[in-house]
């Protein structure tokens, strides 16, 4: 019996070409804390080596700590002075990477949907974001964020894809059988090798398919999202 579903966020629920979000994202973020000091150059290379370090998080702190004490470890102690500044950023400036996004009906339809037949629904996004721009990306999705029980975020997880753990993590959290979850995603190592490997079972969104280690993928469930919400029906 299916207890939950969770999602992926960028290319899943919300198209995107990565690179072109990113770059978009850097500067941006460098251009609204450049009065507090941060050279462009060094301050992206420090949010990808903070990055790195909650992608390698497997400790007791959250992913915000870590995040947090890596790059203070680069800036120094002023860098938690600045933390206002960065959530600023994700309140203003961030809000026009919106046009960098695509947009698909069928995702605000198929979370609908599944919401209504009564199924636990989960933002399983890879959690290197702060919460509000966690939201603020499910919202440009057509999504609403009250319709699921848990967000990921980097306030409240300890581990990041391509980690299992990171599924272990949001099962107990839950209380949920591993096997009793499907996880929807388009990156193959991230969401379906990693969720596998924890016990889920997947779901690969077509369209935004993302496969760097060249798999072979042909053993995984897949389509479009109304293909997806027939798969469902067959498991409940």
């Given at each position: 019996?299916?207890?939950?579903?969770?999602?992926?966020?960028?290319?899943?629920?919300?198209?995107?070409?990565?690179?072109?979000?990113?770059?978009?994202?850097?500067?941006?973020?460098?251009?609204?804390?450049?009065?507090?000091?941060?050279?462009?150059?060094?301050?992206?290379?420090?949010?990808?080596?903070?990055?790195?370090?909650?992608?390698?998080?497997?400790?007791?702190?959250?992913?915000?700590?870590?995040?947090?004490?890596?790059?203070?470890?680069?800036?120094?102690?002023?860098?938690?002075?600045?933390?206002?500044?960065?959530?600023?950023?994700?309140?203003?400036?961030?809000?026009?990477?919106?046009?960098?996004?695509?947009?698909?009906?069928?995702?605000?339809?198929?979370?609908?949907?599944?919401?209504?037949?009564?199924?636990?629904?989960?933002?399983?996004?890879?959690?290197?974001?702060?919460m509000f721009a966690q939201q603020t990306r499910m919202r440009w999705a057509g999504v609403d964020p009250t319709d699921f029980v848990m967000i990921?975020?980097?306030?409240?997880?300890?581990?990041?894809?391509?980690?299992?753990?990171?599924?272990?993590?949001?099962?107990?959290?839950?209380?949920?059988?591993?096997?009793?979850?499907?996880?929807?995603?388009?990156?193959v190592r991230e969401d379906m090798v990693a969720a596998s490997a924890a016990g889920m079972q997947v779901f690969l969104i077509e369209g935004c398919?993302?496969?760097?280690?060249?798999?072979?993928?042909?053993?995984?469930?897949?389509?479009?999202?109304?293909?997806?919400?027939?798969?469902?029906?067959?498991?409940?």
């Open positions: 019996m299916l207890q939950a579903v969770l999602f992926d966020m960028d290319g899943t629920l919300l198209p995107m070409e990565q690179n072109v979000f990113a770059k978009a994202y850097f500067s941006t973020l460098a251009e609204k804390v450049a009065p507090c000091g941060y050279e462009p150059k060094k301050l992206i290379e420090s949010v990808w080596a903070g990055t790195a370090a909650m992608v390698a998080n497997d400790s007791t702190h959250t992913n915000e700590t870590v995040f947090w004490k890596t790059f203070a470890g680069i800036f120094g102690e002023k860098a938690y002075a600045d933390i206002p500044a960065f959530d600023e950023y994700y309140r203003t400036d961030f809000q026009a990477l919106k046009d960098r996004c695509g947009f698909i009906p069928a995702v605000g339809e198929t979370i609908r949907a599944l919401k209504a037949s009564g199924l636990p629904l989960v933002l399983a996004s890879n959690p290197v974001f702060p990921t975020a980097y306030e409240n997880m300890h581990r990041c894809k391509p980690n299992p753990a990171y599924y272990t993590e949001i099962a107990e959290r839950l209380s949920l059988n591993p096997a009793n979850c499907l996880m929807v995603g388009n990156d398919v993302l496969n760097k280690d060249n798999q072979d993928i042909s053993g995984y469930p897949k389509g479009t999202f109304a293909d997806l919400l027939q798969f469902v029906k067959k498991m409940q």
